[in-house]
């Protein structure tokens, strides 16, 4: 019976871990689009309306490029695990951000979500940004 619980216990510790991963990488390409998505704007001359619409223009793109990245290169791919995922620049920098720099990646490691799986999230949150910007923030 404790055996169990741990077993439970470890697997939604793994869970959360593996979540917080994603949302952080999610929330940081966010934050990172809309800060570039400022930038262009404010060097065009543009306005808020401008910005959500280069978010909403490269929320599409992120996320049709990460389905390009997840979609099967042959039938074989499909069948098999998936592939370890690669750490690259981007990938460590938001593992050296809080709350991640904190925990230990050996527990999860083998769990990891990959990064065109966790690109895709980000490219959803970028569309929702733009969605709130038109509609809560009144940005027409």
Known sequence: MT????SIAGR???????SLDVLLYAAVVTVVTTMLAAVVSVALGG???LVKTLL????????SYATFRLWPRSPTDSETSTRSPGEGRFQRFVRSLPPLRWLEPS???RERVS?????FVGGLLVLLVSFLM???GGVA
Request: cysteine-free; proline content about 3%.
């Open 3 to 6: 055996t169990d619980r741990r």
């Open 12 to 18: 939604l510790r793994t869970v959360a871990l593996v």
């Open 47 to 49: 306005d808020l309306v």
């Open 56 to 63: 909403f223009l490269s929320g599409w793109v992120i996320v």
């Open 107 to 109: 527990r999860w490691r």
């Open 115 to 119: 990064q065109p799986a966790k690109l």
């Open 134 to 136: 038109e509609t809560a």
